[in-house]
């Protein structure tokens, strides 16, 4: 535990503290700005719509390339 002489010191420390803890807020609060923003940004109808196509065409592709292999294989047999 730090031990004091003087009332300066205690002011100064307690001085830096509270201006710590405004930082600290003004951290956070820009933290849930930023992630109220990537959160709209995440679930906006455009992004939805963008990933759910993606995803289809993903897995189309994916049983177009296990149907050309299958196809393949059961041609040799």
Known sequence: ???YST???IERDLKYLRLKKKIDREEVKL???QSREMIKETLSP???V???VG???KKAFV???VDVLIGS???RK
Request: aromatic letters at 4%; hydrophobic letters at 50%; glycine letters at 4%.
């Open 31 to 33: 933290g849930v700005k």
């Open 1 to 3: 535990m730090k031990r």
């Open 7 to 9: 009332f300066e010191e």
């Open 46 to 48: 455009v992004n939805i």
């Open 73 to 75: 294989t059961m041609k």
């Open 63 to 65: 049983l177009k390339v």
């Open 55 to 57: 995803s289809i065409v």
């Open 50 to 52: 963008a990933n759910v």
